[in-house]
């Protein structure tokens, strides 16, 4: 059937209206422009990076040659930005609002594309892999060209167009001796790191029963069979236990992605897709990727329900690498709870998996990873 350019409109009018009849009626009246518009961004990026058809690996060099990154900025709105090759193609506009769905979109032109972001910090992740690995032998490198610092961590600011590293000494020495032995770029930016290092958060003992150390993450599937899924460093081979009770094994796991399916063999308790310390509820069959300044919300066993941004992304620190960075706050006990998107909704998208957070409990400073390596792994929410 051909449609008419007045049918055509008057369809597109009809979604539009649905659009934000379902924003409004997902946060109530109540809700402020900004939470909506981050919504909406967040809903619009995570569109977009599927374009790019990563299979949800955010630390792949694989996205447009002229992308240069995307964040969310102090009005909620959806920023993405780009080379000065491609200017006329993102200064339109037009294809990225078919792609996003949003009709509210900042462009911005950057030097660095975002494949020069993420290839160089993952040679600083590598790196950092590799000084925390007993089989790395500093022996092979040469005395008089070894970076002799802490690299305490390294991540991605594309709202600055930059790769951030946090060193414990920032002196023009030390950082000339990190540019000759590691990598030396023109968007490095480094950063003094403060005493309090990244460490997992979970009491777990050998033989307590996971939950009493960690928390549950969401409910999952994986090759037809019903379980949850956590983080790796919260289970053990055996069974695990869920307040004392036996509630499955753990049949897939990975230390390198710090994630584990435990199998339910127990089915006297379900795992619901509630979440815990809220009145929100996961959407099934799907996830999400967040970007810098997206809104988030995070939930674990010791310290409940709390929302912050995502500060950055493409961490790498002792906890892994390409991990996300939020302000959300966390204790020990909440490692494997869940991350999710608009944490101001009753209806949220799961984001990730709660790994740590400084060993200093005043400082909000959390670390997730996301799960799009879950669904390569063929698990299912």
């Known amino acids: 059937m051909k449609i008419t350019k007045k049918v055509l409109v008057a369809l597109l009018g009809i979604a539009m209206l649905f659009s934000f009849s379902l924003t409004v009626s997902v946060f ?3 809700a402020s422009g900004y939470e909506k518009n981050n919504y909406e961004a967040t809903t619009g990026f995570s569109k977009l990076f599927e ?8 630390a792949i060099p694989s996205y447009p040659q002229t992308y240069g990154g995307a964040y969310i ?4 709105n959806l920023v993405i930005q780009y080379t000065a090759d491609d200017k006329a193609l ?5 294809w990225l609002r078919g792609i996003t769905g949003l009709q509210e979109i900042n462009v911005e032109q950057v030097e660095f594309s975002y494949n020069e972001l993420v290839e160089a910090n993952n040679i600083i992740g590598e790196y950092i892999a590799n000084e925390l690995s007993e ?12 970076f002799k610092g802490d690299i ?6 594309a709202k600055n167009n930059a790769v951030v590293i946090w060193l414990d000494d920032v002196s023009i020495l030390n950082i000339d001796i990190f540019r000759k032995t590691i990598v030396d770029k023109p968007f490095l930016k480094f950063i003094l790191s403060a005493k309090e290092r990244p460490c997992f958060q979970t009491t777990y003992k050998s033989g307590e029963g996971w939950i009493g150390g960690g928390s549950i993450g969401f409910p999952a599937t994986y090759n037809s069979y019903s ?26 796991s990975s230390s390198t992605y710090d994630y584990a399916f435990i199998q339910q063999t127990n089915y006297t308790d379900s795992i619901t897709r509630g979440i815990y310390d809220t009145n929100k509820t996961l959407f099934s069959g799907s996830y999400c990727t967040l970007v810098q300044g997206s809104a988030v919300g995070r939930t674990g066993i010791s310290t409940g329900f709390s929302t912050g941004t995502v500060e950055y992304t493409g961490v790498n620190n002792l906890l892994g690498n390409d991990l996300f960075q939020t302000n959300c706050g966390s204790m020990g006990g909440d490692s494997g709870g869940p991350y ?30 996301g799960i799009g390596y879950l669904f390569n792994a063929g698990i299912r929410i």
């Open 28 to 30: 109530g009246d109540a």
């Open 51 to 58: 374009s790019f058809d990563l299979d949800g690996l955010t």
């Open 73 to 76: 900025n102090d009005e909620g």
């Open 90 to 94: 993102y200064s339109s506009k037009t």
């Open 135 to 146: 089989s790395f032998d500093k022996k092979q490198i040469p005395a008089d060209s070894l």
């Open 152 to 157: 305490v961590q390294s991540a991605i600011d």
């Open 227 to 252: 379980g949850i899924v956590t983080a790796q460093h919260c289970t053990s081979s055996g069974t695990n236990y869920i307040n004392g009770q036996a509630y499955g094994s753990r049949t897939l």
């Open 340 to 369: 999710f998107s608009s944490p101001f909704s009753s209806s949220t998208t799961i984001a990730g998996i709660h790994l740590g957070g400084y060993n200093d409990p005043d400082l909000d400073t959390t670390f997730f990873r």
